[in-house]
């Protein structure tokens, strides 16, 4: 492995002609820049130079790292100049995984927010339910991850994973704007009882299912689907209701469909997960920020 330094004092003394000349041009004393080469020459394992009278000649193998040593600094000074944009947030890369209803709502609001003070930071977007998708934390296929849990409903958070916590989130019922209930301000959950139910995710369901159970009833689930616009279809068609988080009704496409807070009232807490170790990473780091101050403004 060649040291950069010495390749450096290397190019110089093949562009100059000789050590002294190099020294000069770099501010060394001759005798450095002769410790260097011969350092160098030790890790090449073979002569660079030969002496030609008072001058120096390349040998073959000093020939051979002559036309790699001008793309090898000029990489490093490429690298060089990437990391420390990196460092200065100029720019940078950071794959984001979250659930479809923060995919929608909370994502656009902090990548607008990134995009005006940060345009050289670059956002990967994935979608994914918990707990899968904080399996790719781990596997390094995602730098941030976004989460919700259930109260009561265990979720196995990686203990290499730090917990960012960012809103909570009230969960709602979609009805048909003609239903009667519809005039409520908030529902209860026991005057449901003999309505047919359009159910999500697993982790959803799994709650929606300890709600009822709570409340003494089984329901009656007509459908089962992971998309939210399919949802509100059904919902305004009047083939059934949901229980939906109340991050969904801020894109709520259907006029024929509105939302009701459901008592008793059930809260899922959203978290931004990320490996301990990125917390230092620049970019990340700031993404988690921007994610922060909007959910702040959510809250709010």
Not at 191 to 205: A, F, K, M
Not at 231 to 260: D, W, Y
């Amino acid at each position: 492995m060649f040291d950069s330094r010495q390749l450096k004092t290397f190019h110089e003394v093949v562009k100059t002609g000789s050590y002294s000349a190099a020294a000069r041009s770099l501010g060394y004393t001759q005798p450095a820049v002769s410790q260097q080469m011969k350092a160098l020459e030790r890790d090449a394992g073979t002569p660079l130079f030969t002496r030609v009278g008072r001058g120096i000649r390349l040998t073959e193998a000093g020939e051979a790292l002559t036309r790699h040593a001008g793309a090898i600094l000029d990489s490093l000074s490429a690298a060089r100049q990437q990391i420390d944009a990196i460092a200065r947030l100029r720019a940078g890369r950071v794959r984001v995984c979250a659930f479809p209803s923060a995919a929608a709502t909370v994502i656009p609001d902090a990548m607008a927010r990134l995009a005006a003070d940060h345009p050289g930071i670059r956002v990967d977007l994935l979608e994914g339910e918990p707990p899968e998708s904080l399996g790719l934390l781990p596997r390094g296929e995602a730098d941030i991850t976004l989460a919700f849990s259930y109260p009561g409903l265990h979720v196995d958070v990686p203990e290499e994973l730090a917990e960012i916590p960012l809103l909570e989130d009230r969960l709602t019922v979609l009805l048909p704007t003609g239903h009667p209930l519809a005039r409520r301000r908030a529902v209860q959950l026991a005057d449901l009882t003999h309505e047919r139910w359009i159910v999500g995710c697993p982790r959803c369901r799994a709650n929606f299912l300890h709600a009822c159970a709570e409340r003494g009833f089984t329901p009656d689930i007509a459908f089962s689907t992971d998309d939210n616009l399919v949802v509100q279809s059904l919902v305004a068609a009047g083939v059934g209701i949901a229980m939906m988080p109340a991050l969904v009704l801020s894109f709520l496409c259907h006029s024929k469909v509105t939302g009701r807070v459901v008592e008793p009232l059930t809260l899922r807490k959203v978290s931004a997960y990320v490996l301990r170790e990125h917390l230092r990473i620049p970019a990340t780091a700031l993404v988690l920020d921007s994610l922060r101050a909007v959910a702040a403004n959510r809250a709010g």
